[in-house]
């Protein structure tokens, strides 16, 4: 079955300029997460949904980063007015239930952002 | 914060010994996951162990979680070239909010 798909797979932009990335989960599955990574790092949690609702949005670098998440499945992460330390991988990755009931994540191959 | 922290941060090591990764965390769990990343791009799940559980194997991999240290380690034994990557340890702290460590860094010589 096909796994977690993220798109565009690499993205350049300029700075100043508004990006979306786009995450499809695996079918059915209820919790969603989004990560970014910059290079060499660890991954820095960004923001999870249970189902369309994001119960904690703390993770969230600025106000120029929001999400949402609609019918319990796509999800769009988007960047306003980017900044050159925005350039990062973002990584989505979706469980089929919450972790918190022994459900592991599945990771996409996650969008390289790259602001000039 | 960081909820979890990998040792060591890079580690090189001949084909055919065992690798040792262990990680520190700070908060009550749920569950420990353990998982690699090649390339720098998707992660891939390994193993998942519970607060209640002390030990799990999974093929080349034992797990072991020691909740009164709040620290886990992975061994990968008989290492093999296809082993290199980064190894990252993540948490469920009874919040669904799922962290990750920083990672190791392993690195299989021929």
């Known amino acids: 079955g096909a796994g977690v798909s993220q798109s565009p797979s690499n993205k350049v932009t300029e700075k100043g300029k508004d990006v979306e990335l786009r995450c499809d989960p695996i079918?059915?599955?209820?919790?969603l997460y989004w990560y970014r990574q910059s290079l060499g790092q660890g991954l820095e949690f960004l923001i999870y949904?249970?189902?369309?609702?994001?119960?904690?949005k703390s993770g969230l670098p600025s106000d120029r980063f929001s999400a949402e998440r609609t019918g319990g499945s796509v999800s769009t992460l988007t960047i306003q007015r980017t900044q050159q330390e925005d350039s990062a991988v973002y990584l989505c990755?979706?469980?089929?239930?919450?972790?918190?009931?022994?459900?592991?994540?599945?990771f996409g191959n996650g969008t390289r952002l790259t602001v000039t | 914060s960081q909820q979890g922290e990998e040792d060591p941060q890079a580690l090189s090591i001949q084909e055919g010994e065992n690798a040792t990764m262990n990680c520190s965390y700070k908060?009550?769990?749920?569950?420990l996951q353990w998982y690699r990343q090649n390339s720098g791009r998707g992660l891939v799940h390994l193993i998942l162990?519970?607060?209640?559980?002390r030990e799990k194997h999974s093929g080349r991999l034992r797990v072991t979680l020691d909740t009164s240290k709040k620290s886990s380690s992975l061994l990968i034994t008989a290492s093999r070239a296809a082993d290199t990557a980064s190894y990252f340890c993540?948490?469920?702290?009874?919040?669904?909010?799922?962290?990750f460590g920083k990672g190791t860094r392993l690195h299989i010589l021929p």
């Open positions: 990755a979706s469980s089929l239930t919450y972790v918190g009931q022994d459900s592991p994540l599945h």
């Open positions: 079918s059915g599955h209820t919790a």
């Open positions: 949904f249970q189902g369309n609702s994001a119960p904690d």
């Open positions: 908060t009550s769990i749920n569950n």
């Open positions: 162990i519970r607060s209640n559980e």
């Open positions: 993540a948490t469920d702290a009874r919040d669904d909010k799922i962290i």
